[in-house]
């Protein structure tokens, strides 16, 4: 079975540029988590959906960020624009229930905003 | 909010026993624990929820202790394919599925 897949696997933009990631969770599961890498801050979770609907978007730090799942399927992230402190490893991941399951990471995405 | 992980970094030789230990300052429901090799992505290990129990699987094992609002992971006769982040994730009644991961634990294991 395929796994959570996240594209692209590298980004590499200028300051101020529209940044798009995108992930595709596991047929089946309901929900779906944005989390961000960094050495500073570690493992941090900017938002998460249940059937589609986000729940909790308190991770996400600032207006410049938006998610959106439009269906089952498909989830993206939006930097507007983007700044080099977003510079991180961004990783989707989904579970099947929406409570006290396990949660299946996609690879990532590493962007740079130069 | 972000439970608190010790030791930072460990190192060890094959054959060795670690234990790494995650700390909350909130009441805890449920820990989860994951390993992240570098250049991947983190991978699931197991989930205790509060009541004490004690999970394992090979040769690691982790327990979870409601009163002091902790948990334990357990490495046994570590092996060179143990190296990797260790980090807790933990999750709080009314949460869903939403995770506060710890900062990690750092553990090479040398042959």
């Known amino acids: 079975d395929a796994g959570v897949i996240q594209s692209p696997r590298h980004e590499v933009t200028e300051m101020g540029q529209e940044v798009t990631l995108r992930c595709k969770p596991i047929?089946?599961?309901?929900?779906l988590f944005w989390y961000r890498q960094t050495m500073m801050r570690g493992l941090e979770l900017l938002i998460y959906?249940?059937?589609?609907?986000?729940?909790?978007d308190s991770g996400m730090p600032e207006d410049r960020f938006s998610a959106k799942m439009p269906n089952a399927s498909f989830s993206t992230l939006k930097i507007q624009p983007s700044e080099p402190r977003d510079s991180a490893v961004y990783f989707c991941?989904?579970?099947?229930?929406?409570?006290?399951?396990?949660?299946?990471f996609g690879a990532g995405t590493r962007l740079s905003v130069l | 909010q972000q439970p608190v992980q010790s030791p930072q970094a460990v190192i060890l030789r094959e054959g060795e026993d670690a234990v790494i230990n995650c700390s909350s300052s909130k009441a805890l429901y449920s820990v989860h624990w994951y390993r992240q090799k570098h250049g991947e992505a983190p991978v699931f290990l197991m989930i205790l929820l509060k009541g004490g129990e004690q999970k394992g699987h090979d040769k690691i094992s982790a327990s979870f202790n409601e009163k002091k609002q902790q948990s334990s992971l357990y490495l046994t006769a570590s092996q060179l394919s143990y190296s990797g982040t260790y980090f807790c994730g933990t999750g709080f009644v009314g949460d869903g599925n939403k995770l506060v991961f710890g900062a990690g634990t750092i553990l090479r294991v040398k042959s």
């Open positions: 047929s089946g599961h309901n929900s």
């Open positions: 991941a989904s579970s099947f229930r929406y409570r006290l399951d396990i949660q299946y």
């Open positions: 959906f249940n059937n589609n609907v986000p729940i909790d």
